[in-house]
């Protein structure tokens, strides 16, 4: 297969960025960190939702830097419509300031570095060692980048019997294939594409399979608001709500669905609160406006939703947590590309030094096709 996302020069120079970055930081006061990412990979939703955020608190005057990493495996198939096989690294850095007690202002950036991984054999291992079913991987060459989409996938086994009465000899198309097949790129001569009213590059099969790549992602932009609310629900009391919003510039042409278009996404996150010894929860949904509404051969729903709650522990400065994402599906009418995703993540947040550092374990359930298969999610945070 082709060489692994971490086996190049980018993404060592990235890494290295990163962690000389974090390095070269004073110590300071440990923030309580929250996940950004990694929920998605951008090779698979195509479009970044924002998701909820501001679970965390802050007063004013505190500037907070944050870098974290995100690594996402995606193994996503349906035959004669799609196959998304590869590994996304996304590196991460934010800044944050209170204007005042109620609002705070911030931006964030991505690095993004896409390719084959180097995780398949192991996963594949994990799998077998728990009994867990396999669903085509070991049958596909571990490692490699391969992104396709088939528009016509369901006329294949059509055209293939009206190719067999018009054709003295027959020679078998390359669709319909077995179901284990890599996906094959067909080239449509220019007068057929003339004739059938239809642009080359959709039809019939788009395949973004080119090696690894790497980008910068998509710059956001946030104002958060927080007000305090205290409401006795019986069993909990909800402490304070948050209101978001989030605006995000395009990234760049040289990942898969790096350029598109810009977006707006609104939030509130309802807090409970958090105490030393105790349970909490956050319950947070977003909705965002997408501009762009179709890539490549894709038509994208013009907005995504999302809800995210969360609940956690606090015992001596370490944070026990578990949340759940819900993702509205990313792509109209593509059979299971057109599911919502769901996920989950569980992990840990605690103080070293004069930072905080904050780990997850990320895995999707319910359905398969619209998230990553297994994500990881690192992170520290200090105030300045």
Known sequence: GSPGVLDGPTGVRGLA???????????????????????????????????PRGADRWKEGDATVQFSAGWMNVWSIQSDRFILDGEEIRLNASLS???????????SAPYIIQGGGIFDHTIEGFHSSFGITQGQRDRFPRNKFNVSYEPLGPYYPYLMRLERLLLDQYSPRLYPRKRTD???????????????????????????GAG?????????????????VMVDLG??????????????????????????????????????PEREGAMYWNLGVSYTMFERREFRLLQLPAQQWSVRPRIGYRIKGLDLFAEYVYLSRPVKDFGRLS????????????????????????????TYSTTPDIGLHISIRRSL
């Open 182 to 208: 890599p996906p094959l790129d067909l080239v449509l001569d220019p007068e057929s594409a003339y004739l059938s009213g239809t642009q080359p590059h959709y039809w019939p099969e788009d395949s973004l």
């Open 339 to 366: 599911d919502d995703g769901h996920q989950i993540a569980m992990g840990f947040s605690r103080p070293v030094g004069g930072y905080r550092l904050e780990f997850a374990l990320i895995e999707n359930l319910i």
């Open 17 to 51: 960025f990163l962690l000389g970055t974090i390095l070269l930081l004073l110590p300071g006061q440990p923030a309580h960190a929250y996940i950004d990412y990694p929920y998605a990979a951008t090779f698979q939703s195509i479009r970044m939702p924002g998701l």
């Open 97 to 107: 300031y209170g204007l005042t007690e109620r609002i705070r202002i911030g931006v």
């Open 235 to 272: 069993l909990t009391i909800l402490d304070s709500a948050v209101f978001s919003i989030q605006f995000a510039e395009e990234g760049s042409s040289s990942v898969v669905a790096g350029q598109t278009g810009r977006s707006l996404s609104t939030s509130v996150v309802l807090r409970s």
């Open 212 to 228: 690894d790549r790497s980008g910068y992602g998509e710059v956001r932009f946030f104002v958060d608001y927080q007000q305090p």
